[in-house]
């Protein structure tokens, strides 16, 4: 049974979303304190963080940001704010998805069920293909979902990570954000294709010598993206 832990301060809102995911067969757990459930995180193994925002003592973001630098797994972050700039925020800290308050469980339900599944195809995918990818300086090695430029270790989140390894397994082909959208995230109906971009720079960010002339991941104007070889 996969295991889920929800950081929200709210506890009517957050039994309301242990209900409904109890109900489709997950085991989760709930946690009303930003440190206490930060901790938790990094202690205990949890295969998603449901994490809002506005928390005592600690906020959401940074939550984020500490939890990804040491785990690999999705994070959902669950806010009030509306604003682009809190969700670009978010992603840009290493958060797989963003759903804004207030929202149907139906709709929570879908999208932990979706990065679960997608999560778990991919790491299996990983094991099943060719277990490392390597060009000019850049490693990737799909067994442990590491990456390394020039021999140093890179840190990706969890979607960073299926970009990046998906473009580079599936070179000089372009993509468009809708194609990529489609095939990493699965959502058409809930997701918006700007988190494509958001994750794009990023990885550009982490992996590019000069991310305005990248040497892997190229922009083709109008089209979309490709992996150059």
């Known amino acids: 049974m996969k295991r889920i832990l929800i950081i929200e301060d709210d506890l009517s809102i957050a039994e309301l979303e242990r209900d409904y995911l109890e109900i489709n067969g997950f085991d989760v757990d709930?946690?009303?304190?930003?440190?206490?459930?930060?901790?938790?995180?990094?202690?205990?193994?949890?295969?998603?963080?449901?994490?809002?925002?506005?928390l005592p003592k600690i906020e959401g973001f940074e939550i984020c940001?500490?939890?990804?630098?040491?785990?690999?797994?999705?994070?959902?972050?669950?806010s009030a704010k509306k604003e682009d700039i809190d969700k670009?925020?978010?992603?840009?800290?290493?958060?797989?998805?963003?759903?804004?308050?207030?929202?149907?469980?139906?709709?929570?339900?879908?999208?932990?069920?979706?990065?679960m599944t997608r999560y778990q195809r991919l790491v299996g995918e990983a094991i099943d293909k060719k277990e490392v990818i390597e060009i000019r300086g850049l490693y990737i090695d799909k067994l442990s979902r590491r990456v390394f430029i020039n021999n140093e270790e890179v840190f990706l989140t969890t979607k960073e990570y299926d970009v990046l390894t998906f473009?580079?397994?599936?070179?000089?082909?372009?993509?468009?954000?809708?194609?990529?959208?489609?095939?990493?995230?699965?959502?058409?109906?809930?997701?918006?294709?700007?988190?494509v971009t958001v994750h794009i720079r990023k990885i550009r960010e982490k992996v590019e010598l000069d991310t305005s002339n990248p040497q892997y991941i190229e922009t083709i104007w109008g089209v979309g993206y490709r992996f150059k070889v």
């Open 65 to 78: 940001k500490l939890i990804r630098n040491e785990k690999n797994i999705p994070i959902l972050m669950i």
């Open 167 to 195: 473009l580079a397994s599936n070179p000089n082909r372009v993509y468009t954000k809708e194609e990529l959208f489609e095939r990493l995230w699965g959502m058409e109906s809930f997701g918006d294709i700007a988190t």
């Open 88 to 115: 670009i925020r978010g992603l840009g800290l290493g958060a797989d998805d963003y759903i804004t308050k207030p929202f149907s469980p139906g709709e929570l339900v879908a999208r932990v069920k979706s990065h």
């Open 30 to 54: 709930i946690e009303v304190d930003g440190e206490k459930g930060l901790q938790k995180a990094l202690s205990t193994p949890y295969d998603m963080i449901l994490l809002d925002l506005m």
